[in-house]
């Protein structure tokens, strides 16, 4: 009988929680047994793990997929800030065609997929009568299912009540099936405005039943405050674990005393918090002199209060960011940094923002490493998640319900030195 083409036994790998010479066998996509020396069917094909880290697959909680790879057009950011980034999209807008958002799209899902990164919650503009992103991105969607969970929220780009269709947009989209409600406070004209469009966004995100996942205070003025009005209607609707608030940069500026009320706020309204620390690091305090802010919500303190926090990347190769490339250890290293979180606890913290905690924030419930879950795996070239960070580790192979999808040959290098006895290969990830 031929062999399920979803069967797959992992050998001798390494687990986050730091089990060793544990086999992972996977039937039908799913995994099926978990432990030492395992028994597999005859004729399941093997992958030699060989020591090395299997982690649960990547997970971007944050990303914006209508933009990138548009680095340049129509032209570069040159202040560097994030309304100029706005302004930029909204020239680039009016030229967009739907071919050209699709194949930037599954561009990008090809680079996610080789970073071992399975699963993308994309934000896509809906301030454009045409949903011509939208539609691209849906259809996106559909394209990579099978390698590729991408979630889409519905993100008035120019302001709910700002841009006066963006409501009925929103409503149009969310219509033909995108699957979050988003939103972006800060943007709209007056707080009021701001306080406002979470109300409505709430109500709306309750009514269908939806989750909820806003850009929400990403500025340096610690007076923003919508992340309060956010929890607030979290509690009043009972959304609670159904709703993230994105960037919350405002809090890194914000007066202690008003933070030391705020964060148990949003731990009773079980808000999740996704911080994008390579856009926020660049992004933020561009008005300081010095010392600069460095724009990245509380991380540390979050997590104390039994916050969910996950790391997303946000942008690659846009009008907002013109580095990136899929890789979401440089996105969980540059948060270790910017947070400073370089305690064992934290920086095995830092991994599991970009992996289990924003797989938690989209509600992907097959994901993780135990009986029953996704046969979905990433091979590190590294022997603990610690070292995964510091090497930014090769991804020799990544799994999608038992297939392998993707694979890198191991970093090495090939050093002949004057004065050494012969010529060593050296494996560059040890
Ligand atoms: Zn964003």
Same mark, same amino acid.
């Given at each position: 009988?031929?062999?399920?083409?979803?069967?797959?036994?992992?050998?001798?790998?390494?687990?986050?929680?730091?089990? +060793?010479?544990?086999?992972? /066998? @996977?039937?039908?996509? !799913?995994?099926?047994? =978990? *432990?030492?020396?395992? %028994?597999?069917?005859?004729?399941?094909?093997?992958?030699?793990?060989?020591?090395?880290?299997?982690?649960?697959?990547?997970?971007?909680?944050?990303?914006?997929?209508?933009?990138?790879?548009?680095?340049?057009?129509?032209?570069?950011?040159?202040?560097?800030?994030?309304?100029?980034?706005?302004?930029?999209?909204?020239?680039?807008?009016?030229?967009?065609?739907?071919?050209?958002?699709?194949?930037?799209?599954?561009?990008?899902?090809?680079?996610?997929?080789?970073?071992?990164?399975?699963?993308?919650?994309?934000?896509?503009?809906?301030?454009?009568?045409?949903?011509?992103?939208?539609?691209?991105?849906?259809?996106?969607?559909?394209?990579?299912?099978?390698?590729?969970?991408?979630?889409?929220?519905?993100?008035?780009?120019?302001?709910?009540? +700002?841009?006066?269709?963006? /409501? @009925?947009?929103?409503? !149009?989209?969310?219509? =033909? *099936?995108?699957?979050? %409600?988003?939103?972006?406070?800060?943007?709209?004209?007056?707080?009021?405005?701001?306080?406002?469009?979470?109300?409505?966004?709430?109500?709306?995100?309750?009514?269908?039943?939806?989750?909820?996942?806003?850009?929400?205070?990403?500025?340096?003025?610690?007076?923003?405050?919508?992340?309060?009005?956010?929890?607030?209607?979290?509690?009043?609707?009972?959304?609670?674990?159904?709703?993230?608030?994105?960037?919350?940069?405002?809090?890194?500026?914000?007066?202690?005393?008003?933070?030391?009320?705020?964060?148990?706020?949003?731990?009773?309204?079980?808000?999740?918090?996704?911080?994008?620390?390579?856009?926020?690091?660049?992004?933020?305090?561009?008005?300081?002199?010095?010392?600069?802010?460095?724009?990245?919500?509380?991380?540390?303190?979050?997590?104390?209060?039994?916050?969910?926090?996950?790391?997303?990347?946000?942008?690659?190769?846009?009008?907002?960011?013109?580095?990136?490339?899929?890789?979401?250890?440089?996105?969980?290293?540059?948060?270790?940094?910017?947070?400073?979180?370089?305690?064992?606890?934290?920086?095995?913290?830092?991994?599991?923002?970009?992996?289990?905690?924003?797989?938690?924030?989209?509600?992907?419930?097959?994901?993780?490493?135990?009986?029953?879950?996704?046969?979905?795996?990433?091979?590190?070239?590294?022997?603990?998640?610690?070292?995964?960070?510091?090497?930014?580790?090769?991804?020799?192979?990544?799994?999608?319900?038992?297939?392998?999808?993707?694979?890198?040959?191991?970093?090495?290098?090939?050093?002949?030195?004057?004065?050494?006895?012969?010529?060593?290969?050296?494996?560059?990830?040890?």
């Amino acid at each position: 009988m031929p062999q399920d083409r979803h069967d797959l036994i992992v050998r001798h790998a390494t687990l986050p929680d730091g089990r +060793r010479g544990t086999d992972v /066998l @996977v039937q039908g996509g !799913r995994i099926a047994a =978990l *432990g030492p020396a395992l %028994v597999a069917p005859a004729g399941t094909p093997e992958l030699d793990a060989a020591g090395w880290l299997l982690a649960p697959p990547f997970v971007d909680a944050h990303f914006h997929m209508d933009a990138t790879l548009s680095v340049g057009l129509p032209r570069l950011n040159r202040s560097g800030t994030l309304l100029e980034g706005i302004a930029l999209w909204g020239e680039l807008k009016p030229q967009l065609t739907q071919d050209a958002l699709v194949e930037r799209a599954l561009q990008y899902c090809d680079w996610a997929v080789a970073r071992g990164l399975l699963a993308i919650r994309s934000h896509v503009d809906v301030c454009d009568d045409r949903l011509l992103a939208v539609e691209a991105l849906l259809h996106v969607r559909e394209k990579v299912m099978p390698y590729l969970d991408l979630q889409l929220v519905a993100f008035p780009q120019d302001g709910l009540l +700002r841009s006066p269709t963006a /409501l @009925v947009n929103l409503k !149009r989209a969310l219509d =033909l *099936g995108v699957d979050v %409600v988003g939103g972006i406070p800060h943007f709209e004209r007056t707080m009021v405005d701001g306080a406002e469009s979470v109300r409505i966004l709430c109500e709306l995100a309750a009514e269908r039943g939806l989750r909820v996942d806003m850009h929400c205070d990403e500025s340096d003025d610690p007076l923003s405050r919508h992340v309060e009005t956010l929890a607030f209607h979290t509690q009043r609707l009972g959304l609670h674990g159904r709703v993230t608030g994105s960037h919350l940069t405002s809090m890194h500026s914000m007066d202690n005393y008003y933070v030391s009320k705020l964060l148990p706020l949003m731990a009773e309204a079980q808000l999740h918090a996704i911080a994008n620390p390579l856009i926020n690091i660049t992004l933020q305090g561009r008005h300081d002199t010095y010392p600069k802010r460095r724009g990245m919500t509380r991380v540390p303190e979050l997590l104390a209060a039994g916050i969910n926090v996950g790391f997303g990347h946000d942008c690659v190769m846009d009008p907002w960011y013109s580095l990136g490339s899929g890789d979401m250890l440089e996105v969980a290293a540059m948060g270790l940094h910017v947070a400073q979180m370089t305690s064992q606890e934290g920086m095995r913290a830092c991994f599991d923002a970009v992996t289990v905690n924003s797989a938690r924030i989209l509600g992907l419930d097959d994901h993780g490493l135990a009986v029953g879950k996704a046969g979905d795996f990433v091979l590190l070239q590294a022997r603990d998640p610690i070292e995964a960070i510091r090497l930014r580790a090769t991804r020799l192979a990544v799994v999608r319900r038992g297939r392998v999808v993707a694979q890198t040959p191991p970093a090495t290098a090939r050093l002949d030195l004057p004065g050494r006895p012969a010529a060593v290969d050296w494996t560059l990830q040890r």
